[in-house]
């Protein structure tokens, strides 16, 4: 019943739609978009043309904004899916800006296209959409995505791969996740306001910000342009308030909090994307429990978090959760001991869990390795061609010591010269540690093993 009226009020707040043909050079409207808070401001559009054929069937809107900070700050991140009005009817989203421009002139997605969510193509992989005017570039508006409780060199370390997404990342720029569990009034979201899509929500948070450009029904569309072109998705949103504006020479921003949980967007495609109010998304809960001793002092602490369930960020992210807990302890330099310990289990039945075992030791970033001996197995298992495999959950133990336990091997000899297949062939092996050559069976050295050699498959089988 609830889902009924919401669907009935905010069906009363529709705009008729413009469609491009009649947008026409020299006309004058209106946008609609948060600068402050939750309340949804407008500001002016002077249409400068459009421009035909700037995809493939598609055409893009150029026109000048003003108005309010506009002439301060310039096109803003954030502003991605602010719609645009003439004459009271709806013709498209704010969606693409040139960077470090002297004016606030910005692209506008027409709004047929971004209902076109029927679309059977899927999307292509991110890539930022460019327009060349020269030597300038008409971009799509960079996602603003703000990382809360990852520590500022996860940020850095991880800068590049976030912006292969599309993405402009911001380090601890927002409150993180919205709070509780239950879902929000959906009436409390209008065209103009802000969302925050959640990629992961917890201890460690991670959300990318956007507006909305046209509620229908129970259906809301925003952004005006792919988020990362995953075609049918589920990633949850929440509403969001503008705490600051932040202007910068390069691309202004807004910064924002996540508020109180609305629905699930399910559609990712190169106009737009859409979600579906009152839907819960399916998460991967995330534990990462990091433990160690250093200075005499023993420390521990567990992360809680849920992330999207995508076979593709889903390893990714994990990577950044395991990177920031780590980095966490403080010891980026000097010697550095990781253990990995744990399991992705699946929501298959009969489909063993993915178990992870694993030691680094290092004098710099030991982390890095670390993290990536969970996410790459994950990302091969997701990604191979196995049907309908789905992450249900991953637990995992990370032990740290701030001292350098690796001994590498110096030597190895043979109890004889000749073998034949299936015989035993004793090995001595000494190592060397950072305090010279060990021996023997002591507590820097190993015991001679007994290895079978198979020498019609070419194989050496044994145990340490």
């Known amino acids: 019943l609830f889902s009924l009226l919401a669907a009935g009020v905010l069906l009363a707040q529709q705009a008729p739609l413009m469609p491009v043909r009649e947008?026409?050079?020299?006309?004058?409207?209106?946008?609609?978009?948060?600068?402050?808070?939750?309340?949804?401001?407008?500001?002016?559009?002077?249409v400068l043309g459009v421009l035909e054929n700037s995809g493939p069937g598609q055409a893009l809107i150029l026109a000048r904004l003003s108005g309010g900070p506009l002439e301060k700050t310039g096109v803003m991140q954030g502003m991605s899916g602010s719609p645009v009005y003439f004459g009271g009817r709806l013709a498209g989203a704010v969606a693409?800006?040139?960077?470090?421009?002297?004016?606030?002139?910005?692209?506008?997605?027409?709004?047929?296209?971004?209902?076109?969510?029927?679309?059977?193509?899927?999307?292509?992989?991110r890539a930022v959409a460019a327009l060349k005017f020269g030597d300038s570039q008409l971009v799509e508006i960079a996602t603003p995505v703000s990382l809360s409780g990852f520590t500022p060199r996860t940020v850095e370390q991880f800068r590049s791969e976030l912006s292969s997404f599309g993405f402009e990342p911001r380090q601890g720029v927002s409150s993180g996740s919205p709070a509780g569990t239950a879902m929000g009034d959906p009436r409390?979201?209008?065209?103009?306001?802000?969302?925050?899509?959640?990629?992961?929500?917890?201890?460690?948070?991670?959300?990318?910000?956007g507006t909305v450009t046209h509620i229908d029904g129970n259906k809301l569309y925003a952004f005006g342009h792919r988020f990362l072109a995953m075609g049918d998705t589920e990633m949850p949103f929440a509403r969001a308030e503008v705490v600051t504006l932040m202007p910068t020479l390069a691309t202004s921003f807004k910064i924002s909090n996540p508020r109180e949980w609305l629905g699930s967007i399910t559609t990712d495609r190169n106009a737009a994307v859409a979600g579906v109010f009152g839907r819960r998304a399916r998460m991967v809960p995330l534990s990462v429990q990091v433990s160690g001793a250093a200075n005499g002092r023993s420390r521990e602490?567990?992360?809680?978090?849920?992330?999207?369930?995508?076979?593709?960020?889903?390893?990714?992210?994990?990577?950044?959760?395991?990177?920031?807990?780590?980095?966490?302890t403080e010891r980026a330099l000097g010697g550095m001991t990781v253990s990995v310990e744990g399991e992705a289990r699946f929501t298959q039945a009969g489909l063993p869990a993915l178990r992870f075992q694993n030691l680094f030791a290092g004098d710099f970033n030991t982390a890095l390795p670390a993290a990536l001996s969970v996410a790459s197995p994950l990302s091969a298992l997701l990604e191979a061609a196995v049907p309908g495999v789905q992450l249900a959950s991953i637990d995992l133990k990370l032990g740290v010591r701030n001292e350098r336990r690796q001994l590498k091997v110096d030597n190895a000899w043979l109890s004889r010269q000749e073998a034949q297949p299936?015989?035993?062939?004793?090995?001595?092996?000494?190592?060397?540690?950072?305090?010279?050559?060990?021996?023997?069976?002591?507590?820097?050295?190993?015991?001679?093993?007994?290895?079978?050699?198979?020498?019609?498959?070419?194989a050496?089988?044994?145990?340490?």
């Open 23 to 46: 947008v026409k050079a020299g006309m004058k409207g209106v946008g609609r978009t948060v600068f402050e808070g939750g309340t949804v401001a407008s500001f002016n559009v002077e």
């Open 96 to 125: 693409f800006a040139f960077p470090f421009a002297k004016e606030p002139i910005a692209g506008i997605r027409p709004i047929g296209e971004m209902l076109d969510a029927s679309d059977p193509v899927p999307a292509s992989p």
């Open 188 to 209: 409390r979201l209008q065209p103009g306001s802000m969302i925050s899509v959640q990629l992961m929500t917890g201890d460690l948070s991670i959300g990318a910000d």
């Open 301 to 328: 602490r567990t992360y809680k978090m849920e992330m999207v369930n995508h076979r593709a960020l889903a390893p990714f992210l994990t990577q950044l959760a395991v990177f920031s807990a780590l980095d966490s």
């Open 422 to 458: 299936g015989d035993a062939v004793e090995i001595a092996v000494s190592l060397v540690g950072d305090d010279g050559v060990a021996e023997g069976s002591g507590e820097q050295g190993v015991e001679l093993q007994s290895v079978v050699v198979d020498a019609s498959a070419g």
């Open 460 to 464: 050496v089988r044994g145990s340490r």
